[in-house]
């Protein structure tokens, strides 16, 4: 059973860090992209980052460029997304997700499994 788990997320002041972790179980992680998506009340889930099976392409949407930064470790089955400089606009739950796909993309309903998310609040 494919199953991926974030966590890492929590409260923060801005200008803080946090750093999500997203682990895949019941298959390996390096056979696909893994996107993160972030969503908040009243609003669609929207793409924050992505990164390619290889490691070797990654995007960021507009608001996390310069300031998050994805990684993954094949060997540890595990993505993350290191966030930096927060703002209270990134207050949100973040979800991971896995896709087959050629190149790295935000189209939702080409991610094939979800996590539950994790909850960042950035707040003073």
């Known amino acids: 059973q494919l199953q991926l788990v974030e966590s890492g997320g929590g409260l923060v002041q801005p200008g803080g860090s946090l750093r999500l972790s997203c682990a895949a179980s019941?298959?390996?992680?390096?056979?696909?992209?893994i996107g993160w998506f972030r969503q908040v009340p009243g609003k669609a889930r929207e793409g924050v980052s992505c990164?390619?099976?290889?490691?070797?392409?990654?995007i960021y949407a507009g608001s996390g460029k310069g300031r998050f930064t994805i990684s993954r470790d094949n060997a540890k089955n595990t993505v993350y997304l290191q966030m930096s400089s927060l703002r209270p606009e990134d207050t949100g739950i973040y979800y991971c997700?896995?896709?087959?796909?050629?190149?790295?993309?935000?189209?939702?309903?080409?991610?094939?499994?979800w996590g539950q998310g994790t909850q960042v609040t950035v707040s003073s």
């Open positions: 997700a896995a896709g087959v796909m050629r190149l790295c993309h935000f189209l939702i309903d080409r991610y094939g499994s």
């Open positions: 990164i390619s099976n290889s490691g070797g392409t990654t």
């Open positions: 019941g298959f390996r992680l390096d056979t696909y992209a």
